[in-house]
């Protein structure tokens, strides 16, 4: 079981920078490929981000490439997702989840961003 709380989201103005952070209770942090999702109103939720287990790999969706950066400190059962150069149409709401090889099963409660024009 892993319970994941995320903090960081805000009202931004575009170009700004934001940092999420997604902590993690529970067992073997480590062993779960760590991701970010968002939600935009009236949208369904999309993949943004996912880090594997090391912190090594990563992968990210088009839409963001060159501007978010996740990475995660196992130490601290933290993963991180780094925005900038900010968009209106990142507006959302942003869920951290965890997957240990069957899916995406545990999910964060999610945190807003807000980016105005």
């Known amino acids: 079981q892993v319970q994941l709380v995320e903090s960081g989201g805000g009202l931004v103005q575009a170009g700004d920078s934001l940092r999420l952070s997604c902590a993690a209770s529970g067992r073997a942090f480590s062993s779960y490929t760590m991701g970010w999702f968002r939600q935009a109103p009236g949208k369904e939720r999309e993949f943004v981000a996912r880090?594997?287990?090391?912190?090594?790999?990563?992968t990210y969706a088009d839409f963001v490439k060159g501007r978010f950066t996740i990475s995660r400190d196992n130490a601290k059962n933290t993963v991180y997702l780094q925005m900038n150069s900010l968009k209106p149409e990142d507006t959302a709401a942003y869920y951290c989840s965890a997957n240990l090889n069957s899916g995406w099963t545990y999910w964060g409660q999610g945190t807003q961003v807000t980016v105005s024009s």
């Open positions: 880090i594997y287990r090391s912190g090594d790999t990563t």
